[in-house]
C-alpha cells in the first residue's frame, strides 16, 4: 500500500486535483462491498464510493 501513499502524496500537490482514499471507506477485506471477481464493486460498494467522490467534490470547492 505504500504505493497508493506516494500517489496520494502526489495528487495532493496537483492544485484542482481531489485524492478519495476508498480504501478508507472500503475495507479490501469485506466481501459485502465487492463482486465475486474480488476486483469489481457491487451495487453498494459503488454507492459507497459515489458519496465520497461527491463529499469531496463539494469539500473542495
Known amino acids: 500500500m505504500l ?4 500517489l496520494a ?8 486535483v481531489v485524492h478519495v482514499p476508498v ?3 472500503i ?3 469485506d ?3 465487492h463482486d465475486r471477481d474480488r476486483v469489481h ?5 459503488s454507492a459507497v464510493m459515489a458519496g465520497l467522490r ?6 473542495a470547492r
Open 3 to 6: 504505493y497508493l501513499r506516494a
Open 9 to 16: 502524496d502526489r495528487l495532493d500537490a496537483v492544485a484542482g
Open 23 to 25: 480504501h478508507d471507506a
Open 27 to 29: 475495507a479490501p477485506s
Open 31 to 33: 466481501p459485502s462491498f
Open 41 to 45: 464493486p457491487k451495487v453498494n460498494g
Open 54 to 59: 461527491a463529499y469531496a467534490i463539494f469539500a
